[in-house]
């Protein structure tokens, strides 16, 4: 065979959705997406989208699957996932598209999704986005008949979770127990300069914690935003009022643009080298 004709066998590969780093940026609950899709485990909300159909979003599905289409009808779409074709905001538009073609009781067989809507294009964008944090996997057979083997299954991956609780009183916080140890994951959704920079202000002044047994341990990066960790002692709902607190002082500190002291620099740099993978 010639060259030519070689060329002219291969598959034309599909054209990809350029690579988005903020990639829930305009929809409701953005930092609420992110931690959905990153670290907690059994959490769903229900969207509106554009034509007025209503979708499950939830943190993980069985084997983590794209979505599926339940016996209902209802559309179910999985956070959680291993595919990535660059730009997830497109992913999850194309698992609701196939999943309107997948005969209800089945999961959804996922495809390349090549170039087309994102979910800030099909989610009405007054939709409430309500994250509803579930005790463990049980919600996925509601309405269903489970088998044995399943029930024996989820009661496995609940033992597996670590609790947690999403604070009611600020955006995108989220206490988890690991162990002896607990945390508090915070998405914000601050431009990621600006935020080093509040941060360390509050650093430098001794007002980065919650109190008396909190410390400011690090941070993460996860879909162009920066999480802020904390460890500490207290159980979630003593969390509520201190975070409303740390909001103001954190606001305060994200109005003050005037440059960093030496003192404050150096707390940048520190921040900076906290890299955590918690």
Known sequence: ??????????????????????????????????????????????????SGETVRVCSMLPGNGAGIRRQDGEIWIGLQVAHNFGDISRDLAHVIDLARETEPGNPVRMTDPGVGPRLQDVVDPKTPFQVEIHDGFDYWVEGVDASDGTAEALAQANESMAPTVHLSSVDGAYWTEMGPQRFLRWVMTHDEARLLDALARLRAADEETFGEGTKLIGHFRAHGLLVPVWEFEHDAADLEQPAQDFEKRLAAALADDSPLTTEQRSARGALISRQVTV
């Open 1 to 50: 065979m010639g060259k030519k004709s070689r060329n002219k066998s291969k598959a034309t590969k599909p054209e990809r959705m350029p690579f988005v780093a903020r990639t829930f940026e305009g929809l409701p609950g953005e930092a609420d997406w992110v931690a959905l899709r990153e670290f907690v485990a059994a959490g769903s909300v229900t969207v509106t989208l554009t």
